[in-house]
């Protein structure tokens, strides 16, 4: 799997979340959202299905809404499989702390 200059999949993270967010049912997009401040910086992880981090366009897509619609840098975090992908200083600080951590909150978008 290619990925963009800047980014990496990290998939031995300790991560394990339960919710199964950013589901597109009909015209309403649902998921879960953290967002972080962390030493000056601000950030968003996304959690997504699995298969947005394995298909690179939908990959893609999601990152650039996460920044479009948080105004933030983005990175995705795989339900499941707890894979990460987006900059690589938020997946290394990512790979430092543990899901139940990151302070979640649900989103919805119709």
């Given amino acids: 799997m290619e990925l963009p200059s800047g980014m990496r999949i990290a998939s031995d993270c300790p991560f394990m979340m339960q919710s199964s967010p950013f589901l597109k049912g009909g015209d309403l997009l649902q998921g879960s959202v953290a967002l ?6 601000n950030f968003a992880i996304l959690m997504v299905k699995d298969s947005v981090i394995a298909d690179s366009s939908a990959r893609e897509d999601m990152l650039a809404f996460g ?15 707890h894979r990460t992908c987006g900059p690589d200083d938020i997946v290394r600080w990512l790979s430092g702390v543990y899901v139940e951590q990151l302070p979640w909150r649900d989103y919805s978008i119709s």
């Fill in 36 to 41: 972080i401040r962390e030493q000056g910086q």
């Fill in 67 to 81: 920044e479009q619609e948080f105004g933030v840098r983005t990175a995705l975090m795989g339900e499941r499989q």
